[in-house]
């Protein structure tokens, strides 16, 4: 019994011994990609995003990369305004940035363009080059203007009218939902440039 023992004790020792010299080392932290959450948004996410419809968002404040603050009112130039908002760790917005981005590029002459994030101007530098494209990228700092418009997940869009008032809200990216904002734009749909992937059903991605 007590050779039993014995040999029992020896293996414990060895496998510790064999956990030391193979543990990791770094003592870098482990950073785990956000997971995607694309998904059809809800009834209740229409629901409570129409409730902003005729807000007016011309004093909210947005940042430039630099810093400077950028006050919606002053972006228009006299035109309506479409604002996207998205999150830096986003698969989801990664993907429907090229879904907004060539819509962006037939409709630049009616509206502009601004892409909105809540996060530092680093991470949204990265994500404009993973994207590959030319994004009028904006801050909004502690996603004030978000909330204020009842947005929760990446790839919830709006439309502000000259005046400031927002016009029209879609919980999430879709065909019919570019379709529509080209109509208000005063656009042809079939302008619209051909994107097979484009989700039918308004569809967002993660939180914010």
């Known amino acids: 019994m007590k050779f039993q023992w014995f040999i029992a004790l020896l293996l414990a020792a060895a496998a ?24 059809p948004a809800s009834p209740s996410d229409l629901q409570a995003v129409n409730q902003h419809i005729g807000q007016n968002v011309a004093g909210a404040v947005l940042e430039r990369m630099d810093g400077q603050a950028a006050v919606l009112g002053s972006l228009q130039a006299g035109k309506p305004l479409v604002l996207v908002f998205f999150s830096h760790d986003c698969p989801c917005s990664l993907e429907f940035s090229g879904y907004f981005a060539s819509a962006m ?8 363009w601004a892409f909105v994030f809540a996060d530092t101007p680093d991470q949204i530098g990265k994500f404009v080059t993973e994207s590959g494209f030319a994004l009028p990228v904006f801050r909004d700092p502690e996603a004030r203007l978000s909330r204020s418009l009842g947005f929760s997940k990446s790839g919830c869009f709006t439309l502000v009218n000259v005046d400031g008032t927002v016009s029209a809200i879609w919980p999430g990216v879709s065909l019919e939902g570019l379709r529509d904002l080209f109509t208000r734009l005063q656009l042809s749909p079939s302008q619209l440039p051909t994107i097979p992937t484009i989700p039918d059903a308004p569809t967002a991605g993660c939180p914010l």
């Open 105 to 112: 590029e037939v409709s630049k002459e009616k509206a502009i």
């Open 16 to 39: 510790g011994l064999i956990y030391w010299f193979t543990r990791p080392t770094t003592t870098d932290p482990i950073i785990l990609e956000k997971e995607s959450r694309r998904h």
